[in-house]
């Protein structure tokens, strides 16, 4: 089951862009193969360039790497959530008011890429557990249905989009 198999009415349409960015692998195999991505580029990145902005107001790219984060934990509670039946609408979430309050910038990229690391573990482990019935289970998330498989679509093309615009705007 790859990002092709899902159907109308599984996502919202803002979603498109970040599963048009997921590979053509089904979710474990997407996760584990993009972790690898993620933390060596993060890695490749010149030390003197992870707290630059390229416009006021913007994350630095130890803030993004911190959204990044932040932001598969929030999707993989959702994808549990949704793949027990849980019917309950889940909020959306302001992604700004996570940034200030996590304090990225004072932290060493060591330390977030083993945050990054451990919390795809956990999103790995979670989505190797469910089956193709728990997969296409559909809740409701930010007021709009969504499947717990293209939540696990999501999160792999939401990081390739981000690392795209650190290379477009940050590098």
């Known amino acids: 089951m790859t990002a092709k198999d899902l159907t ?10 970040y599963i048009d960015k997921a590979n053509d692998l089904a979710i474990p195999e997407g996760l584990s193969a993009n972790s690898k991505d993620v933390v060596a580029f993060f890695e490749s990145i010149p030390k003197d360039k992870l707290e630059y902005r390229y416009a006021e107001g913007k994350w630095t790219i130890k803030e993004l790497l911190h959204h990044i984060i932040d932001t598969e934990r929030i999707f993989a509670y959702r994808a549990l959530r949704v793949a027990r039946k849980d019917k309950t609408p889940l909020p959306g979430f302001e992604e700004n008011e996570y940034v200030q309050p996590a304090k990225s910038n004072d932290r060493s990229i060591e330390s977030l890429l083993n945050e990054y690391k451990a919390v795809r573990q956990a999103t790995l482990a979670l989505f190797e557990t469910f089956t193709n019935e728990m997969l296409i289970e559909i809740g ?6 969504i499947s717990a498989r293209a939540i696990g ?3 792999t093309g939401h990081e390739n989009h981000h690392c795209e615009v650190v290379k477009e705007r940050y590098l």
Request: without cysteine.
């Open 8 to 17: 109308v009415g599984e996502y919202n349409p803002y979603y498109q862009t």
């Open 140 to 145: 409701t998330a930010s007021n709009s249905p």
């Open 153 to 155: 679509f999501i999160i």
